[in-house]
């Protein structure tokens, strides 16, 4: 299997001094999307109606992504809780089927 090259990206996020990223060759376009999405979201929070600075919109961004990685990964923990616990109790009933 061809590893994939690691490219450095220049990355600019809405009040944040551009940095460089090392990413994969094959990551890079996946990477571009979330910075152009975390830059778009930031935008509504400086130009909307409350008009945030550059600062104060990127921690609101930041936060609201950790909020939904939370979520996420609680909803797929209770998932698996769930799971485990069909599973047991199909091995339960099987058990006494035998």
Do not use: W
């Not at 992504?65 to 998932?79: E, V």
């Amino acid at each position: 299997m061809e590893q994939s090259k690691v490219h450095s990206i220049t990355v600019k996020i809405t009040g944040v001094d551009p940095f460089k990223l090392p990413v994969k060759e094959n990551e890079e376009s996946f990477y571009r999307s979330i910075i152009e999405r975390i830059n778009g979201n930031c935008e509504n929070l400086i130009y909307g109606a409350s008009g945030d600075k550059p600062a104060v919109a990127l921690a609101k961004v930041a936060l609201y992504y950790a909020d939904m990685l939370y979520r996420q990964t609680k909803q797929l923990q209770d998932q698996r809780i769930l799971l485990a616990d069909f599973e047991a109790r199909l091995d339960r009933l099987l058990s006494a089927i035998e």
